[in-house]
C-alpha cells in the first residue's frame, strides 16, 4: 500500500534532508506558544535510541523542538484535558491521544536539561489534529528539571 506518493522530503537545518510518510503530520488546531504562523510538524526520531524525538516544523525548516515522554524518566504525568480543548481535537477515544513535552536541552549542560509540564503538546492520532494545551490550576513547572538530584540518589 506504500509508495512514494505518500512520501515528502523535508531540507531541514537541523538534520539534513529527511523523508517523512504524509501521515504523520500534524495539524496543530491552536498554535505552540509563539508560533501562530506554523501549524504543520511532524516527528523525527533522529537518534532512535534517545529519550528526545524531535518535532519538526514542515513549513519553516528551521524549527524543530526536542520532545520527550514524562514516562521514559519515570515521572508520573496525569492531567485532564478541558472540555474546549478536547472538542477542538475531536477527541472520541482516550487511546488516540499522545502526549509528549517539549525540552529544553542546554548545549554546554545536558544534564540541566529540563521539560514543560505545565503546557503539554497533545495529539490526537486518529484525526491528526494536534495542540499545547496551557494546564490550569495545577503545580506543574514550565521548567521541570530532568535529572535534579539523580547524582546524590544513586
Known sequence: MNNDTDKIILKTTKFGEVEVDKNTIF?????????????EYTIIDYKPDSP???LQSTQDMDLAFPI?????????YQFNIPDD???KLEIENSDDIFVCNIANIPSSNPQGATINMLAPIVINLANK????I??????FQV???????KETEE
Open 68 to 76: 520527550t515522554l514524562c514516562s521514559f524518566f519515570g515521572i508520573d
Open 27 to 39: 495539524n496543530f488546531v491552536s498554535p505552540i506558544i509563539g508560533f501562530s504562523d506554523l501549524t
Open 85 to 87: 480543548e478536547a472538542k
Open 143 to 149: 521548567r521541570y528539571k530532568l535529572f535534579e538530584n
Open 52 to 54: 528526545f524525538k524531535w
Open 134 to 139: 496551557v494546564l490550569k490550576n495545577t503545580n
Open 129 to 132: 489534529k494536534a495542540m499545547q
